[in-house]
């Protein structure tokens, strides 16, 4: 039986995306009595009844999956932020990338809109705390064009999901990349300093050198969902990196006596702002557990 991916789904429908062109299918019954739903991503069996239409008959192993946004078998994330219109929410960007770790995901993080930067120092302070990190930055502008080649082989034969809160112009750097996608941006709203939701729905779009991206709705919400307090240091790769020189196992970097992780923050190895989320995301798990 043919196989191929999905790449929308709308409304129960699948759209599985083959070399021959997209089929148009529902997903068997038996898929919700075993509570297996596919996602937008999967490799699946399916069956063609006609021309263009069929069903999907069996979901294909996953390799990774990602509940927001709904994505299966993503190699990468790039975790888009701009520093103005909306402010950057340093914040919320820890929680993306918290996210994408916990899916051992890829991480390439994306600075939009550099063209409305005034001051340099703005962009140096938020460089310096991912960069020690090591995860590499892009600064990009799709006015001037900033960063686009670069994105363009970060994003080459894999499927990257873009995530970032609403209006920091994740559509618009896929326009950039290849622009006969056309894809709908929005407006910022003045008056809240927030996007519009423009994007309503993840879509797969394959790219014409190899390598695939899914753009995805703004969200701003995002939490830890069912992870454990003990998970959230392997989630920050150089809290990771410090914690075997802590002196109890199962440390979690709080006020334990002879941790190696608060030493790195005192000598300024990690970065405070990091730390300070990664206190407070702790402090959120265990809020979430008391009720
Ligand atoms: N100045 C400037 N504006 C930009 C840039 N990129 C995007 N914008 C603007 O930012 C606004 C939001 O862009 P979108 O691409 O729709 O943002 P998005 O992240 O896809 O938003 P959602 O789909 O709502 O999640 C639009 O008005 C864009 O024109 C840039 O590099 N520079
Ligand atoms: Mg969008
Ligand atoms: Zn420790």
Redesign the pocket.
């Known amino acids: 039986m043919p196989e191929g991916q999905i790449v929308r789904a709308v409304s129960g429908f699948f759209y599985v995306r083959t070399p021959e062109g997209d089929v148009r299918c529902r997903a068997r019954g038996v898929f919700k009595k075993k509570k297996w739903s596919p996602l937008v991503g999967d490799r699946v069996t399916f069956e063609e009844t006609e021309p263009g239409e069929g069903w999907v008959t069996d979901l294909h192993p996953r390799t990774t999956e990602l509940v927001r946004p709904p994505v299966a078998n993503v190699d990468q994330a790039v975790v888009?932020a701009?520093l103005r219109?909306p402010a950057l929410q340093p914040e919320l960007l820890d929680r993306f990338l918290v996210h994408a770790e916990r899916e051992k995901l890829d991480v390439v993080i994306c600075l939009?809109?550099?063209?409305?930067l005034e001051d340099e120092s703005e962009l140096d302070s938020v460089l310096d705390i991912y960069t020690k990190v090591d995860y590499p930055v892009l600064t990009?502008?799709?006015?001037t064009g900033e960063g686009i080649e670069a994105l363009k082989a970060a994003l080459k034969d894999r499927l990257s999901v873009f995530a970032?809160?609403?209006?920091?112009?994740?559509?618009?750097?896929l326009?950039a990349v290849l622009p006969s996608l056309g894809?709908?941006?929005?407006?910022?709203s003045k008056k809240l300093g927030r996007?519009?939701?423009?994007?309503r729905q993840v879509e797969i779009l394959d790219l014409p050198d190899g390598g695939q991206v899914a753009?995805?709705?703004?969200f701003s919400q995002l939490s830890f969902g069912n992870m454990e307090e003990t998970e959230m240091g392997e989630c920050f790769p150089e809290i990771a990196y410090f914690s075997p020189g802590c002196k109890f196992r199962g440390c979690l970097h709080k006020n334990e006596p002879r941790c190696a992780v608060k030493a790195a923050v005192e000598q300024g190895e990690i970065s405070e702002s990091r730390y300070r989320h990664y206190l407070s995301f702790l402090e959120e798990i265990s809020d979430q557990r008391r009720y």
Do not use: I
């Open positions: 888009v701009s219109e939009t809109k550099m063209d409305l990009t502008s799709v006015y970032g809160q609403s209006g920091v112009g994740k559509s618009s750097l326009n894809l709908k941006t929005g407006e910022v996007g519009r939701h423009t994007t753009d995805t709705p703004g």
